[in-house]
């Protein structure tokens, strides 16, 4: 028996257009139009690593997920997957917040849940990809680490990993509890049919606010976002003329002169 809890982040679909994007500057935040949000494929890389793991050791999975005015029919497909589970952490207090803030709460969430044996998370989230939360949340919980596995397995209270590398892949030895970040090299999560998509509307979805795991705002408070904005950029060309290759080249070196690039 393996308890594992898997954080999954509900992200702007990666695969939809840029047209979709619109920045709000006055709320500063980036939203998408038209296109509902998707789980982070990462994230899905890990659950399916939890899957894996329950079909050879049973258990039980628990999936959390943070955030404000999260899509439950998106957080069902994990719960068809094959997820036990799920928590949201739901508050207008969890919106925007830095790494650390995210894995101060998760690292809370955690906690609350009770025991367990191993944390997955994607390699980093697919809106960000910022790669921090992970290994901040083990850190807050006092427990190792290994980052950018492709493979999970756990034997006597011990996981073995292949973390990817340059030139390869290392092998790891960790003793649980642990958080392990999972890589996308590990394989995409399985597929749902419409009767497992169906059976997991009997499956519970909790949500849990900032006051039930004892989180004062002031807490999450670290880094202030001043502006969000899109880069205006100018593009100038100019056309270099010449009769001969000659002076096509002397007139080149006299413009790039000019502008001090050479």
Excluded at 238 to 256: F, M, P, Q
Aim: glycine residues 6%.
């Amino acid at each position: 028996m393996v308890n594992i809890i898997v954080c999954m982040k509900q992200v702007p679909d990666p695969e939809a257009p840029a047209s979709t994007y619109r920045v709000d500057a006055e709320a500063r935040h980036v939203v998408q139009w038209g296109v509902p949000p998707v789980l982070s494929p990462f994230d899905e890389n890990a659950l399916e690593i939890a899957l894996r793991l329950k079909d050879i050791l049973k258990g039980k999975i628990t999936v959390l997920s943070m955030g404000r005015s999260l899509s439950k029919a998106i957080a069902r497909k994990a719960l068809a997957a094959g997820a036990d589970q799920m928590v949201l952490l739901e508050d207008s207090a969890f919106e925007d917040l830095d790494n650390y803030a995210t894995a101060f709460a998760l690292a809370a969430a955690i906690r609350k849940t009770g025991e367990y044996d191993l944390v997955l998370t994607g390699r980093e989230a697919a809106d960000t990809n910022a790669g921090i939360v992970g290994s901040g949340i083990a850190e807050i919980l006092g427990i190792p680490s290994v980052t950018l596995a492709r493979k999970v397995e756990i034997n006597d209270g011990t996981a073995r990993i292949e973390r990817v590398a340059i030139d390869g892949y290392e092998v790891i030895d960790v003793a649980l509890p642990a958080l392990i970040t999972i890589s996308n090299e590990a394989g995409e999560l399985r597929s749902v049919s419409v009767r497992e998509l169906m059976e997991a509307q009997k499956k519970p979805i909790t949500t849990w606010s900032a006051d039930d795991l004892g989180i004062q705002p002031a807490e999450l408070g670290r880094t202030k976002l001043v502006n969000v904005f899109i880069p205006q950029i100018e593009v100038r060309c100019e056309l270099v003329h010449g009769e001969t290759e000659d002076e096509l080249g002397r007139n080149l070196a006299i413009k790039l002169r000019e502008n001090e690039i050479i």
